[in-house]
């Protein structure tokens, strides 16, 4: 079965500190792999996207890197702020078949 | 505001009743997705449409569900005799085929259903 492991489950930091995100994944082959997040209560919000032959991306302050022979991905949070409370999403496909993982719950403290 | 909206936000309903749930894509958008999402779980892929065309339901969707895109543009998800267990935030997406791997779809707010 196609999983998408997320690690850890959730993280409180201090605002202005960094953290990583991990996510470990056994979909193959697949399409890209996607960073959602996700506010309370809300939609999730794409981040960033990697196909297959990409190691990292970076939208502002995020920076996601893949490494498909050991089948994980890390998304990089430079100086947090409190907005990046959220839940952080990693979601893996295969065309218009997403596998997503259960998320890492981020808590940025002031 | 020409994201995906759904509607209504919350739903509160007694068991046994009948719900049904509005997606607005982003208009031309041919893809339309139906995910359930549980506390601290991901999205569960439910069923997706390419235009008016429901083409993949999963075995979560059972004879209880059923969605609709009659003319292509948004669509309904019907939950008949809700359960407890249907208790969930009900998400719509939406995206545009590309011969590129990167189709990405962008999601609406969500329904949250509180079955009692």
């Known amino acids: 079965k196609n999983q998408v492991e997320q690690s850890p489950q959730s993280l409180i930091i201090l605002e202005g500190k960094n953290c990583t995100l991990q996510c470990n994944y056994t979909v193959s082959p697949f399409s890209n792999l996607r960073w959602y997040k996700q506010d309370t209560g809300r939609g999730p919000v794409s981040l960033t996207i990697m196909t297959f032959s990409e190691n990292t991306k970076s939208n502002g302050r995020y920076t996601a890197t893949l490494d498909a022979d050991t089948k994980q991905s890390s998304l990089h949070i430079t100086a947090s702020q409190l907005s990046d409370s959220a839940s952080y999403i990693c979601v893996v496909s295969l065309y218009s078949t997403l596998t997503f993982g259960k998320g890492t719950m981020l808590l940025v403290s002031p | 505001d020409t994201g995906v909206s759904q509607d209504p936000r919350h739903k509160i309903t007694k068991r046994g009743q009948n719900v049904t749930f509005r997606c607005d894509p982003i208009?031309?958008?041919?893809?339309l997705y139906w995910y359930r999402q549980t506390l601290g779980q991901g999205p569960e892929f439910l069923t997706y449409?390419?235009?008016?065309?429901?083409?993949?339901k999963s075995r979560l969707l059972s004879d209880r569900f059923s969605a609709e895109r009659p003319k292509g543009s948004f669509s309904t998800l019907e939950i008949q005799r809700t359960e407890q267990g249907d208790s969930a935030m009900y998400l719509c997406a939406s995206s545009l085929t590309s011969l590129a791997a990167q189709e990405t779809q962008y999601f609406g707010p969500g329904t949250r259903l509180l079955v009692l």
């Open positions: 449409f390419q235009n008016e065309a429901q083409l993949e």
């Open positions: 208009s031309e958008h041919n893809r």
